[in-house]
Structures are given as C-alpha cells and as structure tokens.
C-alpha cells in the first residue's frame, strides 16, 4: 500500500487505523511469537484470503509496525514495535507519572502514620 507523497497521512493516524482491526492485531500478536513469517505462514492464522490478508499486511507496513523481507523467493514479515514505544511514550507514559507520584505520596503518608 504505497501512497503518492501528496497523500501520505499522519504516521499517528496511520498508526492507529492499523492498531484498529482485529485481524492486523493477530497479525502482530503472530509475529510477536514468531517473527520472520511468509505470507502463508501467517495466511494459517486467519480465516480469510490470501488477498485479505495481503492487505492487511500493506496497511500494516505502511504504518510501519511490519517490515518484509525479501529471501530469495520468499518475503518475510518481521514486527517492529518501534511506533507502538513511541506511542507509549507519547499518549501513556506521561499519564502514567501523576499517578505514580500520587502512590508514591501515598506510601510515604501512610509509613509517616506508623510511626
């Protein structure tokens, strides 16, 4: 699924869409337990055609979450988790911080009361 450059979306947004669907989420899940998978490999996983699974493999690839590559006459598919990190570290991580201080106040109010 290459997009003319006049039409390439946000990465983020691209991002989400893939992370939307069920069946792109087996597909990670899949190469999470066994990267480097063919088509058919991962065809097996999926109740649907090749041809569906094909495509979700593009949107996946065109959000950067699976890199393919080419051994000789087969395409492997490989995860790569690099956006969903920045994701955490965009959108969880630092809503993650207040609460962990909030815990970390707590605990030490509560030590002080046993004393």
């Known amino acids: 699924m290459k997009l003319p450059m006049a039409e390439h979306p ?3 947004d691209l991002l989400f869409k893939a992370l939307a ?9 899949v190469l999470h337990a066994h990267d480097g998978r063919t088509l058919a490999e991962l065809c097996a ?3 649907m055609t090749r041809q569906g699974v094909t495509q979700h493999l593009d ?6 979450l ?5 051994r000789g006459r087969e395409k492997l598919h490989f995860l ?6 920045e994701i955490y ?7 993650e911080k207040p609460r962990l ?5 707590l605990k030490q109010s509560l030590e002080k009361d046993d004393d």
Do not use: G, Y
């Open 10 to 12: 946000d990465p983020a």
């Open 21 to 29: 669907d069920p069946s792109r989420r087996k597909l990670l899940d």
């Open 45 to 47: 996983h999926l109740d």
């Open 59 to 64: 949107l996946l690839e065109a959000a950067n």
């Open 66 to 70: 699976v890199v393919p590559l080419r």
């Open 80 to 85: 790569n988790p690099v956006p969903l990190q």
């Open 89 to 95: 570290e965009r959108w969880i991580a630092k809503f």
């Open 101 to 105: 201080k909030a815990l970390s106040t």
